[in-house]
Protein backbone atom coordinates (compact mmCIF):
# COMPACT_ATOMS: atom_id res chain seq x y z
CA UNK A 1 0.00 0.00 0.00
CA UNK A 2 1.32 3.23 -1.39
CA UNK A 3 2.20 6.04 1.77
CA UNK A 4 3.27 9.45 1.74
CA UNK A 5 5.12 10.78 3.95
CA UNK A 6 6.05 14.77 4.81
CA UNK A 7 8.36 15.89 6.84
CA UNK A 8 8.59 18.36 8.83
CA UNK A 9 4.95 19.03 9.31
CA UNK A 10 5.45 22.69 10.13
CA UNK A 11 8.26 24.84 9.57
CA UNK A 12 8.97 28.90 10.21
CA UNK A 13 11.26 30.85 8.48
CA UNK A 14 12.58 34.01 7.98
CA UNK A 15 12.23 35.97 4.80
CA UNK A 16 15.11 35.40 2.27
CA UNK A 17 16.28 32.29 3.40
CA UNK A 18 16.37 29.10 1.10
CA UNK A 19 14.64 26.02 2.40
CA UNK A 20 13.60 22.68 1.68
CA UNK A 21 10.51 20.45 2.15
CA UNK A 22 10.73 17.11 2.33
CA UNK A 23 8.53 13.98 0.41
CA UNK A 24 9.04 10.38 1.09
CA UNK A 25 6.63 7.44 -0.46
CA UNK A 26 6.81 3.80 0.49
CA UNK A 27 6.02 2.23 -3.01
CA UNK A 28 8.18 3.19 -6.04
CA UNK A 29 6.14 2.41 -8.58
CA UNK A 30 4.34 5.47 -9.79
CA UNK A 31 3.70 7.77 -12.70
CA UNK A 32 4.45 10.73 -11.63
CA UNK A 33 5.01 13.02 -8.70
CA UNK A 34 3.38 16.44 -8.01
CA UNK A 35 3.81 19.09 -5.56
CA UNK A 36 1.10 21.75 -5.07
CA UNK A 37 0.43 24.72 -2.57
CA UNK A 38 -2.81 24.78 -0.82
CA UNK A 39 -3.63 28.40 1.14
CA UNK A 40 -6.03 28.76 3.93
CA UNK A 41 -9.84 27.43 3.13
CA UNK A 42 -8.71 27.19 -0.33
CA UNK A 43 -8.18 24.29 -3.36
CA UNK A 44 -4.94 23.33 -4.48
CA UNK A 45 -2.62 24.92 -6.86
CA UNK A 46 -0.05 22.60 -9.00
CA UNK A 47 3.37 23.74 -8.60
CA UNK A 48 5.42 21.14 -10.30
CA UNK A 49 4.75 17.73 -11.78
CA UNK A 50 8.16 15.60 -12.20
CA UNK A 51 7.14 12.22 -14.79
CA UNK A 52 8.49 9.08 -13.65
CA UNK A 53 11.53 9.27 -15.82
CA UNK A 54 12.44 12.37 -14.86
CA UNK A 55 14.72 13.68 -12.35
CA UNK A 56 13.97 17.59 -11.60
CA UNK A 57 11.84 20.47 -12.71
CA UNK A 58 12.15 23.82 -12.02
CA UNK A 59 9.90 26.67 -11.99
CA UNK A 60 11.28 30.41 -10.96
CA UNK A 61 12.02 30.13 -7.41
CA UNK A 62 11.27 26.04 -7.13
CA UNK A 63 13.00 23.63 -7.64
CA UNK A 64 12.01 20.03 -6.95
CA UNK A 65 14.12 16.83 -7.84
CA UNK A 66 12.74 13.12 -7.46
CA UNK A 67 14.49 10.07 -6.43
CA UNK A 68 12.76 6.96 -7.36
CA UNK A 69 15.09 4.14 -6.13
CA UNK A 70 14.78 5.86 -2.62
CA UNK A 71 11.24 7.22 -2.42
CA UNK A 72 11.90 10.65 -2.03
CA UNK A 73 11.75 13.93 -3.80
CA UNK A 74 12.07 17.61 -2.57
CA UNK A 75 11.12 20.71 -2.96
CA UNK A 76 13.47 23.67 -2.95
CA UNK A 77 12.32 27.31 -2.33
CA UNK A 78 14.97 29.99 -3.07
CA UNK A 79 15.02 32.98 -1.51
CA UNK A 80 11.27 32.85 0.30
CA UNK A 81 8.96 35.11 0.58
CA UNK A 82 6.26 35.95 3.07
CA UNK A 83 3.79 35.65 -0.08
CA UNK A 84 4.97 32.02 -0.38
CA UNK A 85 3.44 30.47 3.25
CA UNK A 86 1.17 28.25 3.11
CA UNK A 87 0.99 24.73 2.99
CA UNK A 88 2.86 22.87 0.57
CA UNK A 89 1.57 18.87 -0.45
CA UNK A 90 3.32 16.22 -2.33
CA UNK A 91 1.08 13.41 -3.96
CA UNK A 92 2.16 10.59 -6.45
CA UNK A 93 0.21 9.30 -9.03
CA UNK A 94 0.38 5.74 -8.85
CA UNK A 95 -1.14 2.72 -11.58
CA UNK A 96 -4.17 2.61 -12.60
CA UNK A 97 -6.17 -0.60 -14.05
CA UNK A 98 -8.93 -0.88 -16.46
CA UNK A 99 -7.65 2.15 -18.26
CA UNK A 100 -7.57 4.60 -15.73
CA UNK A 101 -4.31 6.30 -14.96
CA UNK A 102 -4.66 6.01 -11.36
CA UNK A 103 -5.30 8.57 -8.70
CA UNK A 104 -3.38 10.78 -6.62
CA UNK A 105 -1.82 9.67 -3.02
CA UNK A 106 -0.83 12.75 -0.75
CA UNK A 107 1.08 13.61 2.29
CA UNK A 108 -0.23 15.39 4.80
CA UNK A 109 1.39 18.58 4.09
CA UNK A 110 4.09 21.18 5.72
CA UNK A 111 2.65 24.00 6.59
CA UNK A 112 5.49 26.68 6.30
CA UNK A 113 5.30 30.24 7.81
CA UNK A 114 7.45 32.93 6.03
CA UNK A 115 8.39 36.16 8.31
CA UNK A 116 9.25 39.15 7.36
CA UNK B 1 -8.49 29.23 -20.17
CA UNK B 2 -11.20 28.96 -17.30
CA UNK B 3 -9.64 27.29 -14.54
CA UNK B 4 -11.91 24.30 -12.88
CA UNK B 5 -14.86 25.42 -11.37
CA UNK B 6 -16.92 24.17 -8.24
CA UNK B 7 -20.57 24.68 -7.38
CA UNK B 8 -22.21 25.55 -4.64
CA UNK B 9 -18.92 26.92 -2.68
CA UNK B 10 -20.38 26.29 0.67
CA UNK B 11 -23.33 24.08 1.94
CA UNK B 12 -24.91 23.54 5.29
CA UNK B 13 -26.80 20.51 5.90
CA UNK B 14 -27.70 18.48 8.32
CA UNK B 15 -27.66 14.80 9.57
CA UNK B 16 -29.44 12.51 6.83
CA UNK B 17 -29.93 14.86 4.31
CA UNK B 18 -28.58 14.42 0.74
CA UNK B 19 -26.45 16.68 -1.52
CA UNK B 20 -25.32 17.27 -4.79
CA UNK B 21 -22.06 18.76 -5.72
CA UNK B 22 -21.26 20.09 -9.42
CA UNK B 23 -17.62 20.48 -11.17
CA UNK B 24 -17.14 21.55 -14.49
CA UNK B 25 -13.48 20.70 -15.83
CA UNK B 26 -10.81 22.50 -17.86
CA UNK B 27 -12.40 22.70 -21.45
CA UNK B 28 -11.17 20.02 -23.46
CA UNK B 29 -10.32 17.98 -20.19
CA UNK B 30 -12.14 14.53 -20.21
CA UNK B 31 -11.29 13.11 -16.88
CA UNK B 32 -12.58 14.30 -13.45
CA UNK B 33 -11.58 13.23 -9.66
CA UNK B 34 -12.98 13.99 -7.10
CA UNK B 35 -11.18 14.20 -3.40
CA UNK B 36 -12.45 14.73 0.05
CA UNK B 37 -9.54 16.61 2.49
CA UNK B 38 -10.42 16.66 6.34
CA UNK B 39 -8.39 17.82 9.16
CA UNK B 40 -7.65 14.14 10.43
CA UNK B 41 -7.04 12.19 7.23
CA UNK B 42 -6.47 14.43 4.70
CA UNK B 43 -6.65 14.30 0.98
CA UNK B 44 -8.30 11.02 0.22
CA UNK B 45 -9.39 9.93 -3.34
CA UNK B 46 -13.37 9.06 -3.88
CA UNK B 47 -13.44 8.60 -7.27
CA UNK B 48 -12.60 9.46 -10.98
CA UNK B 49 -14.65 9.41 -14.04
CA UNK B 50 -13.91 9.67 -17.86
CA UNK B 51 -16.26 9.26 -20.63
CA UNK B 52 -18.95 9.10 -18.66
CA UNK B 53 -17.68 5.98 -16.78
CA UNK B 54 -16.30 5.71 -13.34
CA UNK B 55 -12.79 4.12 -14.02
CA UNK B 56 -11.12 4.40 -10.11
CA UNK B 57 -13.03 4.30 -6.75
CA UNK B 58 -11.91 4.98 -3.40
CA UNK B 59 -12.36 3.38 -0.08
CA UNK B 60 -15.88 5.22 0.40
CA UNK B 61 -19.23 3.91 1.30
CA UNK B 62 -22.42 3.31 -1.17
CA UNK B 63 -23.35 6.66 0.47
CA UNK B 64 -20.84 8.39 -2.17
CA UNK B 65 -21.80 8.12 -5.99
CA UNK B 66 -21.05 10.77 -8.74
CA UNK B 67 -21.41 10.91 -12.37
CA UNK B 68 -20.46 12.35 -15.18
CA UNK B 69 -22.13 14.07 -18.11
CA UNK B 70 -21.52 14.25 -22.21
CA UNK B 71 -19.54 17.36 -21.73
CA UNK B 72 -17.09 16.10 -18.87
CA UNK B 73 -19.04 18.20 -16.08
CA UNK B 74 -19.46 15.90 -12.71
CA UNK B 75 -21.75 15.64 -9.78
CA UNK B 76 -21.13 14.00 -6.86
CA UNK B 77 -23.56 13.19 -4.28
CA UNK B 78 -23.63 11.74 -1.13
CA UNK B 79 -26.90 10.61 0.65
CA UNK B 80 -28.04 10.42 4.32
CA UNK B 81 -25.57 12.53 5.54
CA UNK B 82 -23.34 12.07 8.76
CA UNK B 83 -21.08 14.64 10.49
CA UNK B 84 -17.81 12.83 9.07
CA UNK B 85 -18.88 13.93 6.04
CA UNK B 86 -18.34 17.32 7.21
CA UNK B 87 -15.56 18.09 4.75
CA UNK B 88 -13.92 20.16 1.80
CA UNK B 89 -14.68 18.27 -1.03
CA UNK B 90 -11.96 19.07 -4.10
CA UNK B 91 -12.56 18.13 -8.02
CA UNK B 92 -9.64 17.86 -10.55
CA UNK B 93 -9.62 17.69 -13.92
CA UNK B 94 -7.07 16.63 -16.54
CA UNK B 95 -6.25 16.15 -19.96
CA UNK B 96 -5.82 12.13 -19.70
CA UNK B 97 -4.42 12.26 -23.16
CA UNK B 98 -1.18 10.11 -21.72
CA UNK B 99 1.90 11.08 -20.71
CA UNK B 100 1.30 14.56 -18.75
CA UNK B 101 -1.06 13.54 -16.76
CA UNK B 102 -1.09 16.75 -14.29
CA UNK B 103 -3.99 17.31 -12.66
CA UNK B 104 -5.70 20.75 -12.18
CA UNK B 105 -7.82 21.15 -8.42
CA UNK B 106 -10.94 23.53 -8.11
CA UNK B 107 -11.68 25.95 -5.03
CA UNK B 108 -13.60 22.93 -3.29
CA UNK B 109 -16.55 23.26 -1.77
CA UNK B 110 -17.17 23.52 1.91
CA UNK B 111 -19.97 21.02 3.47
CA UNK B 112 -20.86 21.26 7.15
CA UNK B 113 -22.86 18.67 8.34
CA UNK B 114 -25.00 19.89 11.62
Known sequence: KQEVTQIPAALSVPEGENLVLNCSFTDSAIYNLQWFRQDPGKGLTSLLLIQSSQREQTSGRLNASLDKSSGRSTLYIAASQPGDSATYLCAVRRPGYGGSQGNLIFGKGTKLSVKP | ?114
Open chain 2, 1 to 114: KAGVTQTPRYLIKTRGQQVTLSCSPISGHRSVSWYQQTPGQGLQFLFEYFSETQRNKGNFPGRFSGRQFSNSRSEMNVSTLELGDSALYLCASSYQGGGNNEQFFGPGTRLTVL
